[in-house]
């Protein structure tokens, strides 16, 4: 079978549909996508709302409840929702929402009603004690404002986690220890502000560090120990000029990190970030074989156009963004894994999953299409009961229509049966999305690309005391801070969706005084968002290796700063 080229209904470029994934879609026996993989994936995320919460009135079997409780979903949106425990308890039955198929109607413009109807939960959790203010979280404990984590212990304000504990403020980070403030992080102890780092100790403003203790400021480096700006040092050395440092001090730190991160812009950045596979293409991908254009997976075989794969294994899958763990025949879905084989066009689909599509926050269930919240059932379709037999000549009957009568949304994308969810139907606007981290747009633009847009209700809070009269070393800083309402720098004049102003936490007050960190200046959002500049984005290019020419794809821009360099040049210059 030869390669086909087609054009992206969304933003009208060609893209390829390969040999194998004509074979892969016959397997799972769906039509070709119409949408590019770019998009499909934007659109997938536009379905995703990764750390933002709100306020909202939920429900209690019909009745208005008189409290308002957290929730990711927002007060504006048309999803009635119960609190997290209720939604998970047997006081209710999701099969009394079921309702009859109506051909006479596009499939989309019925699951729109209906996803308005049925309630789903306040956030997305599993298996947590006593983590406060979480969501898209499972198996953890303790934690505080932590989204997107899994095993994860004693930690606040950490996203895309997996293992760590005692850990603050940092993303993309896997099994670390007393961290703070760093990106992309493995099997680290006490990093501080680093970057693309693992298996190190006591490395502070660090990058690309490998196997390195006692280092400040470092780039580039494997095994080395009491090494400032890279330069050796001896321990008494190292040690007098650090505690010169004073890095207690807010200046002196800021300092000390333009000098170093000017540092890391001077060496050779290897093309892409990856460890331990076997035929693979994409960024930060680990221990997987033949995974290909996937971003951010751990132990993906077969796979392509996946990402945010946190826990392994997954095989066999294409258009699978978040979670894994066990995910194997899963097209064009979002969130599944432990236990989930042939999931097509989901959403919170997981936990011994087989043969589903179209539905959303199903758990233990198999052979449904088009249901919500159902547990523990086979055979239901919008969330009725069939039989066998009668559930497989509906769905028959319900592609059948899907294909002669097609949704049309607002942008004129025609959505027939193989096509994920619309966007515009979405349970968040765009800009809250995680679709916005990635594909970031203006209202305008989101609107002409078929995205919901809408503005949320924000919280206003009033600053009693203002960044500038912020303690300047933390050895400064009483204990009555936790009293304060402290004002963020950016004072909400940035696009990072400053909160204007924010607290500080018992727990946080006293890791920042054990590591000798200064009291924050910015909004937990803002942090976040700073962060991210340390990530590189799922975005792929042709270029050549600065060094020898030789080409590949990677997620470095060629208008970025760093020297990219292949597997082969970057290896002699570590050496």
């Given at each position: 079978?030869?390669?086909d080229?087609r054009?992206?209904?969304?933003?009208?470029k060609?893209?390829?549909?390969?040999?194998?994934?004509?074979?892969?879609?016959?397997?799972?026996?769906?039509?070709?996508?119409?949408?590019?993989?770019?998009?499909?994936?934007?659109?997938?995320?536009?379905?995703?709302?990764?750390?933002?919460?709100?306020?909202?009135?939920?429900?209690r079997?019909?009745?208005?409840?008189q409290?308002?409780?957290?929730?990711?979903?927002?007060?504006?949106?048309?999803?009635?929702?119960f609190?997290?425990?209720?939604?998970?308890?047997?006081?209710?039955?999701?099969?009394?929402?079921?309702?009859?198929y109506?051909?006479s109607?596009?499939?989309?413009?019925?699951?729109?009603?209906?996803?308005e109807?049925?309630?789903?939960?306040?956030h997305s959790?599993?298996n947590?004690?006593?983590?406060?203010?979480c969501?898209n979280l499972?198996?953890?404990k303790?934690?505080?404002?932590?989204?997107?984590a899994?095993?994860?212990?004693?930690?606040?304000?950490?996203?895309?986690?997996?293992?760590?504990?005692?850990?603050?403020?940092?993303?993309?980070?896997?099994?670390?220890?007393?961290?703070?403030?760093?990106?992309?992080?493995?099997h680290?102890?006490?990093?501080f502000?680093?970057?693309?780092?693992?298996?190190?100790?006591?490395?502070?403003?660090?990058q690309?560090?490998?196997?390195?203790?006692?280092?400040?400021g470092?780039?580039?480096?494997?095994?080395?120990?009491?090494?400032?700006?890279?330069?050796?040092?001896?321990?008494?050395?190292?040690?007098?000029?650090?505690?010169?440092?004073?890095?207690?001090?807010?200046a002196?730190?800021?300092q000390?990190?333009?000098?170093?991160?000017?540092?890391?812009?001077?060496?050779p950045?290897?093309f892409?970030?990856?460890w331990?596979?076997?035929?693979?293409?994409?960024?930060?991908?680990?221990?997987?074989?033949?995974?290909?254009?996937c971003?951010?997976v751990?132990?993906?075989?077969?796979?392509?156009h996946?990402?945010?794969?946190?826990?392994?294994?997954?095989?066999d899958?294409r258009?699978?963004?978040?979670?894994?763990?066990?995910a194997?025949?899963?097209?064009?879905?979002?969130?599944?894994?432990?236990?989930?084989?042939n999931?097509?066009?989901?959403?919170q689909?997981?936990?011994?999953?087989?043969?589903?599509?179209?539905?959303?926050?199903?758990?233990?269930?198999?052979?449904?299409?088009?249901?919500i919240?159902?547990?523990?059932?086979?055979y239901?379709?919008?969330?009725?009961?069939?039989?066998?037999?009668?559930?497989?000549?509906?769905i028959?009957?319900?592609?059948?229509?899907?294909?002669e009568?097609?949704y049309?949304?607002a942008a004129?994308?025609?959505y027939?049966?193989?096509?994920?969810?619309?966007?515009?139907?979405?349970?968040?606007?765009?800009?809250?999305?995680?679709a916005?981290?990635?594909?970031p747009?203006?209202?305008?633009e989101?609107?002409?690309?078929?995205?919901?847009?809408?503005?949320?209700?924000?919280q206003?809070?009033?600053a009693?005391?203002?960044?500038?009269?912020?303690?300047?070393?933390?050895?400064?800083?009483?204990?009555?801070?936790?009293?304060?309402?402290?004002?963020?720098v950016?004072?909400?004049q940035?696009?990072?969706?400053?909160?204007?102003a924010?607290?500080?936490?018992?727990e946080?007050?006293?890791f920042?005084?054990?590591?000798?960190?200064?009291?924050?200046?910015?909004?937990?959002?803002?942090?976040?968002?700073?962060?991210?500049?340390?990530?590189?984005?799922?975005?792929?290019?042709?270029?050549?290796?600065?060094?020898?020419g030789?080409e590949f794809?990677?997620?470095?821009?060629?208008d970025r700063?760093?020297?990219?360099?292949?597997?082969?040049?970057y290896?002699?210059?570590?050496?």
């Amino acid at each position: 079978m030869l390669k086909d080229q087609r054009t992206c209904q969304s933003c009208k470029k060609d893209f390829l549909i390969e040999p194998d994934d004509f074979a892969f879609y016959e397997k799972i026996q769906v039509p070709p996508p119409t949408f590019c993989p770019d998009c499909r994936f934007q659109r997938r995320m536009s379905w995703r709302n990764g750390w933002h919460l709100f306020k909202k009135t939920p429900l209690r079997q019909g009745s208005a409840g008189q409290e308002e409780i957290f929730s990711f979903f927002p007060e504006e949106s048309p999803i009635p929702i119960f609190d997290r425990d209720y939604w998970f308890s047997d006081a209710w039955d999701p099969l009394d929402y079921g309702q009859d198929y109506d051909f006479s109607r596009p499939f989309f413009e019925q699951f729109k009603a209906f996803m308005e109807k049925v309630p789903e939960p306040a956030h997305s959790s599993l298996n947590l004690v006593n983590c406060r203010y979480c969501m898209n979280l499972a198996d953890s404990k303790n934690c505080y404002l932590v989204r997107g984590a899994t095993f994860t212990e004693d930690s606040a304000y950490l996203i895309w986690d997996h293992g760590s504990k005692q850990c603050m403020d940092g993303h993309m980070t896997d099994h670390c220890d007393l961290s703070y403030g760093s990106v992309n992080i493995e099997h680290c102890y006490k990093a501080f502000f680093s970057a693309d780092c693992d298996s190190c100790q006591d490395v502070t403003l660090c990058q690309d560090c490998v196997g390195c203790n006692n280092c400040f400021g470092c780039v580039g480096l494997r095994k080395k120990s009491y090494c400032i700006f890279n330069e050796q040092y001896s321990r008494e050395e190292y040690l007098k000029k650090i505690a010169e440092m004073d890095l207690g001090s807010h200046a002196a730190l800021q300092q000390a990190q333009d000098t170093a991160r000017a540092l890391w812009k001077t060496k050779p950045h290897k093309f892409m970030h990856e460890w331990k596979n076997v035929n693979v293409s994409g960024d930060y991908i680990y221990e997987s074989k033949n995974a290909l254009h996937c971003y951010r997976v751990r132990g993906a075989e077969d796979c392509k156009h996946t990402q945010n794969i946190l826990e392994k294994s997954v095989k066999d899958c294409r258009d699978l963004s978040n979670f894994g763990e066990g995910a194997e025949l899963c097209y064009e879905t979002l969130i599944s894994g432990r236990g989930a084989s042939n999931i097509r066009f989901c959403s919170q689909v997981m936990v011994n999953v087989k043969d589903v599509e179209y539905s959303i926050f199903c758990r233990n269930v198999s052979n449904c299409f088009a249901c919500i919240g159902v547990r523990n059932k086979q055979y239901c379709i919008f969330n009725k009961q069939y039989t066998r037999e009668a559930y497989f000549a509906e769905i028959a009957k319900i592609k059948s229509q899907m294909t002669e009568m097609p949704y049309t949304d607002a942008a004129g994308h025609e959505y027939k049966y193989g096509e994920f969810f619309p966007s515009e139907l979405s349970p968040f606007p765009y800009r809250i999305s995680e679709a916005y981290e990635f594909f970031p747009m203006n209202q305008e633009e989101a609107k002409e690309r078929g995205f919901l847009w809408y503005e949320t209700a924000r919280q206003k809070h009033a600053a009693t005391l203002p960044a500038a009269k912020l303690p300047e070393h933390i050895k400064e800083a009483p204990d009555t801070i936790l009293n304060e309402v402290l004002g963020c720098v950016h004072a909400e004049q940035c696009d990072q969706e400053c909160t204007g102003a924010f607290r500080i936490i018992p727990e946080e007050l006293t890791f920042l005084r054990r590591m000798q960190i200064p009291l924050p200046r910015l909004c937990p959002n803002c942090r976040h968002y700073e962060r991210l500049k340390l990530r590189n984005p799922p975005h792929f290019y042709h270029r050549q290796c600065a060094k020898c020419g030789k080409e590949f794809e990677t997620s470095y821009s060629p208008d970025r700063q760093e020297v990219i360099y292949c597997e082969t040049c970057y290896q002699q210059e570590i050496a």
